[in-house]
């Protein structure tokens, strides 16, 4: 007896195959954005290249008038060629993640020709440089002409082999990808290919035009022709494994390989993290969390200036001119020592009658902005007090401007820990026109019982807002939610991926001293 199909059965079964024909579809959708992403790539690197190296011959023919390295790709034409091919690329990629994940540091289809161009510019730069250097300047009897036309000889080679050769790659590497549902690094298969047409058509070039000629006389290599054409080959197919890069399992033996892989900012063939290129391929530099022999003494990983490893990566010492928090309580740097700093302590002061005087400076590193606004933060402990609360006239008769700017102070004098007792002074201070100068800026005089001794460590200080002249905030630097100084290179290079929000202009620091009253 044949069970009945019921409605829901059938609803269920369409159901299942529309879900299977959707993913297959869905499938079909991402493996054709990424050949279209690939076609791209290889047509705009091979049109790149092809360019690039036309425009080295073109600047090689005109040899002797003018001054500029022919091999180095600096013109505008190069520029031209290299923004076209970033924006195609980026344009025909953004669909294809899958392949975007074979080039380092690629987050997004439009850093594809940030990082790719770059390593093809350098690869062929190097080419130039091996095969079309400053010839020999020796009394060997040859004339510049002949040297120069040696030299253009093997310009032309190499620009026919490497396009040639990178072009086949290419070809090889599209007609793959048609039946790929994977896109990884460039098939093997497209290398094994015949000897470039144009090969002996250069060997010819080159052996009649650079006869009785060596490679050095001509800055080139030797023996000539055979290493044109072999480095020419090399280069293309560097450049066609640049073209495709590789998967990121594929990648991890390539830093320390000595080569200036796609991705690598540096690469020094080695496995040393602490020297000048770490273990990821980027330039070492202060702040990123490994000691750089020879060059750095500490390195913390974060760039703050007044912990244990200053923000130049040096140990935190007394006379270095920065205050390591916890542990100092003054460092005036080459003035030290003084009767006001001895040995990083400041001495402290005995309360009279008449009270004690807290006088607050600020102080700014060198080519800080002019202040136009700043906000100052005294917090002081008991016995230490001042009568009245708040702005009460009480409060400000005891707080003076000691800048002699004339500008607008305000006051608030408050609890900060809810016993009821007053223990934090703000004290803002801004000009109308002029410059808030840097040195003492607020002097605050305090009630406190006769013969008690005061440290100066025991009234933080701290600026909690500042401006320019311009009214623009002086706000904080971070890189990755850890604070770091301006000074000292905040900002990440363009070796990581790290974002970091920097200022371009620190806030000064306040500093306190103590003193009797006078009379």
Do not use: W
Request: with cysteine; aromatic share 2%; charged share 20%.
């Amino acid at each position: 007896m044949r069970t009945p199909v019921t409605p829901r059965v059938l609803l269920l079964a369409v159901g299942g195959i529309l879900g299977l024909v959707l993913c297959a579809g869905f499938a079909r959708a991402g493996q054709r954005a990424s050949r279209s992403c690939r076609r791209s790539i290889g047509v705009n690197v091979h049109d790149f290249v092809h360019t690039s190296l036309k425009i080295m011959d073109a600047c090689h023919q005109r040899t002797g008038r003018q001054t500029q390295d022919c091999n180095m790709l600096s013109s505008p034409q190069f520029a031209v060629a290299r923004v076209r091919a970033d924006s195609i690329m980026g344009a025909q990629c953004m669909d294809a993640a899958d392949v975007l994940t074979n080039y380092a540091r690629v987050e997004k289809a439009t850093d594809l020709g940030g990082v790719l161009l770059p390593a093809l510019q350098r690869l062929l730069e190097s080419n130039g440089a091996a095969l079309q250097g400053p010839p020999s300047t020796a009394g060997d009897g040859v004339s510049a002409k002949s040297k120069s036309r040696c030299s253009r000889a093997i310009g032309k080679a190499t620009t026919a082999i490497v396009t040639q050769v990178l072009g086949r790659a290419v070809a090889c590497q599209r007609g793959k990808d048609k039946k790929a549902t994977s896109f990884g690094a460039i098939d093997e298969q497209c290398f094994q290919v015949d000897a470039p047409k144009q090969e002996a058509k250069v060997r010819s070039s080159i052996t009649r035009k650079c006869a009785g000629l060596s490679g050095p006389q001509v800055g080139s290599c030797s023996p000539l022709p055979d290493c044109v054409i072999t480095q020419s080959l090399v280069t293309a197919r560097a450049a066609a494994e640049d073209t495709y890069g590789a998967p990121p399992d594929a990648r991890g033996g390539q830093c320390g390989n000595g080569i200036l892989d796609v991705g690598e900012f540096c690469d020094d063939g080695n496995r040393n993290d602490q020297d000048a290129c770490t273990n990821e391929c980027v330039p070492a530099r202060c702040g990123d969390g490994i000691v750089e022999v020879g060059v750095e003494e500490c390195d913390d990983a974060n760039n703050v200036e007044t912990d244990a490893c200053t923000h130049l990566c040096q140990l935190a010492r007394c006379g270095d001119g920065i205050v390591e928090a916890g542990v100092e309580e003054c460092d005036d740097g080459a003035a030290m020592p003084n009767a006001d700093c001895a040995d990083c302590r400041r001495p402290p002061v005995t309360c009279t009658a008449a009270g004690l005087l807290a006088t607050g400076s600020l102080v700014a590193k060198s080519g800080a902005p002019d202040l136009g606004g700043v906000t100052v933060e005294l917090s002081y402990p008991a016995p230490l007090g001042i009568p009245g609360s708040g702005a009460d006239p009480s409060v400000r008769t005891r707080v003076t401007d000691v800048s002699g700017a004339g500008g607008f102070p305000t006051v608030n004098d408050t609890d900060s820990n809810g016993d009821g007792v007053d223990d934090d002074l703000k004290y803002g201070y801004a000009l109308a026109g002029g410059a808030i100068p840097i040195g003492p800026l607020v002097q605050v005089q305090f009630d406190c019982p006769a013969g008690t001794m005061v440290l100066p460590a025991s009234l933080p200080c701290s600026v909690t807002d500042a401006s320019d002249t311009n009214g623009l905030s002086l706000s904080t630097c971070t890189v990755d939610g850890s604070p770091c100084r301006v000074d000292a290179d905040c900002q990440p290079p363009k070796a990581t991926a790290d974002e970091g929000t920097c200022d371009t202009s620190p806030r000064p620091r306040c500093t306190i001293t103590l003193a009797p009253p006078p009379g």
